[in-house]
């Protein structure tokens, strides 16, 4: 496959997943980068820095949805960049997305996209975007139906959730 800058839909509707996480804020680990200034902490950016370590990360707010959609169109079009050596820029505005009721499925496919056309360059793995898309996926997979319900540890007597299901009668 070759590789493309995403439409900005798709990085939308992975904002707006994260805007949608039930089990709080997302946030998610920003690294320093080397020879670069770190970004000053600010609402409308959503960083924050521990005081003590300072360490920083960013959460997604309805504040700071502008700023983490502009990372991560920064890295995909960086990594589309280093594969076909061009130097593209992109603005990104946040839009609620088309449709807002993406199922979990939808949104891991969405991730998966996103990280495939986004890997191109080399500190992929240690930067800002791959955080996010983890700590995205993390909370996704936990919204995923059965995900409550399944067995934390499974042993050889852990029943399936099909069998969990026939015992009490739900599915």
């Known amino acids: 496959m ?6 900005n ?8 997943a994260g805007r949608s996480a039930t089990l709080g804020i997302l946030t998610w ?7 670069e200034l770190p970004l000053d902490s600010t609402i409308s950016n ?14 997604l707010t309805g504040a700071s949805v502008d700023a983490v959609g502009q990372m991560l169109v920064e890295q995909n079009v960086a990594s589309v960049n280093d594969t076909y ?13 088309r ?10 496919k969405a991730i998966s996209a996103y990280r495939y056309q986004s890997d ?7 930067s ?17 139906r059965g995900w409550e319900d399944a067995a934390w540890v499974i042993g050889r007597e852990t029943p399936t959730l099909a069998e969990q299901h026939t015992r009490t009668g739900t599915n």
């Not at 680990?29 to 020879?35: C, E, L």
């Open 2 to 7: 070759s590789a493309f800058t995403v439409p």
């Open 9 to 16: 839909e798709h990085i939308d509707v992975l904002v707006h």
């Open 99 to 108: 449709n807002m009721h993406r199922s979990p499925v939808e949104i891991l």
């Open 85 to 97: 050596d061009e130097d593209d820029l992109a603005i990104y505005t946040h839009r609620q997305p």
């Open 128 to 144: 800002e975007a791959f955080n996010f898309c983890e700590a995205l996926e993390t909370v996704t997979i936990q919204k995923m």
């Open 46 to 59: 959503g960083i924050i820095v521990n005081s003590v370590s300072g360490s920083r990360a960013r959460q």
């Open 29 to 35: 680990a920003v690294p320093y980068v080397a020879g």
């Open 120 to 126: 191109g360059t080399a500190d992929w793995a240690s």
